[in-house]
T-cell receptor, first 117, second 113 residues
Framework: AQKVTQAQTEISVVEKEDVTLDCVYE???????LFWYKQPPSGELVFLIR??????QNEISGRYSWNFQKSTSSFNFTITASQVVDSAVYFC??????????????FGTGTRLKVLA | SQTIHQWPATLVQPVGSPLSLECTVE??????LYWYRQAAGRGLQLLFY??????ISSEVPQNLSASRPQDRQFILSSKKLLLSDSGFYLC????????????FGDGTRLSIL
C-alpha cells in the first residue's frame, strides 16, 4: 500500500544549526512524484519542491536541499544554517495514479520544526 | 497567476448547526479540487476530491458532503455538525496531470461548541 512516513514528530534546533527532516515512502508504482510542503503557524501549506521518480539528482535552493534515494525510498530535506523563520510543520507527500483512473496525494503526518533563537 | 480563496477564515458553530465552507480558484480552468481536514497537531486527512463539475469522490464516511456547482467552486457542507467536526479545513487545487503540486488556501478554523 502507498504510504509516507515522517518518523520525526518534532525537532528542536538552535538557530544556525543544520537540520534534516526524514521522509520514507512506499509505493508499487514506478512513476510517481514526491513533494515537500511547509505549514507555518498561520496555517496555509506552501509548496516547496517536487521530484519525479526518474530524477534522483539532489537539489539545492538557497539554504534548502533535498536528497532523493530510490534505493532506500527516501526523500530527505535539509535546512542549512536554520533560522527562526524556518519554524513550521513540514509535510512530505507522494503522488501516484489511483485505481479510479485519476491520481491521489498521500501525505505524511508532518514534522514540527522549532528553531530557537 | 492562479489564486485560491477560502472563507471564512474562522468559524464557531454550535453542535447540530449546518455548515457551508466555500473555496474558489482563479486563473485556471478545470482544476482538480480537494478538501482536507487537519485536527490539532495532526496530519492532513483527505475528505473529498473533484475532477470536474458535479464529480465528487469521498475518501472517508462522515456527516460532511461536498459539491462542485461550478468549475472553480468547491463547497463543503454539513446538515448537522458534530463536536468531532472541529478542526482546520483546507481547500486545495491542482492541475489535471500526475506530478502537479497542490496549492492550498489559507484554511478555515472551525470550532464546534
Amino acid at each position: 500500500a502507498q504510504k509516507v512516513t515522517q518518523a520525526q514528530t518534532e525537532i528542536s534546533v538552535v538557530e544556525k544549526e543544520d537540520v534534516t527532516l526524514d521522509c520514507v515512502y512506499e509505493t508499487r508504482d514506478t512513476t510517481y512524484y514526491l513533494f515537500w510542503y511547509k505549514q507555518p503557524p498561520s496555517g496555509e501549506l506552501v509548496f516547496l519542491i517536487r521530484r519525479n521518480s526518474f530524477d534522483e539528482q539532489n537539489e539545492i535552493s538557497g539554504r534548502y536541499s533535498w536528497n532523493f534515494q530510490k534505493s532506500t525510498s527516501s526523500f530527505n530535506f535539509t535546512i542549512t544554517a536554520s533560522q527562526v523563520v524556518d519554524s513550521a510543520v513540514y509535510f512530505c507527500a507522494l503522488s501516484e495514479w489511483a485505481t479510479s483512473g485519476t491520481y491521489k496525494y498521500i501525505f505524511g503526518t508532518g514534522t514540527r520544526l522549532k528553531v530557537l533563537a | 497567476s492562479q489564486t485560491i480563496h477560502q472563507w471564512p477564515a474562522t468559524l464557531v458553530q454550535p453542535v447540530g448547526s449546518p455548515l457551508s465552507l466555500e473555496c474558489t480558484v482563479e486563473g485556471t480552468s478545470n482544476p482538480n479540487l480537494y478538501w482536507y481536514r487537519q485536527a490539532a497537531g495532526r496530519g492532513l486527512q483527505l475528505l473529498f476530491y473533484s475532477v470536474g463539475i458535479g464529480q465528487i469522490s469521498s475518501e472517508v464516511p462522515q456527516n460532511l458532503s461536498a459539491s462542485r456547482p461550478q468549475d472553480r467552486q468547491f463547497i463543503l457542507s454539513s446538515k448537522k455538525l458534530l463536536l468531532s467536526d472541529s478542526g482546520f479545513y483546507l481547500c486545495a487545487w491542482s492541475g489535471d496531470s500526475l506530478g502537479q503540486p497542490q496549492h492550498f488556501g489559507d484554511g478555515t478554523r472551525l470550532s464546534i461548541l
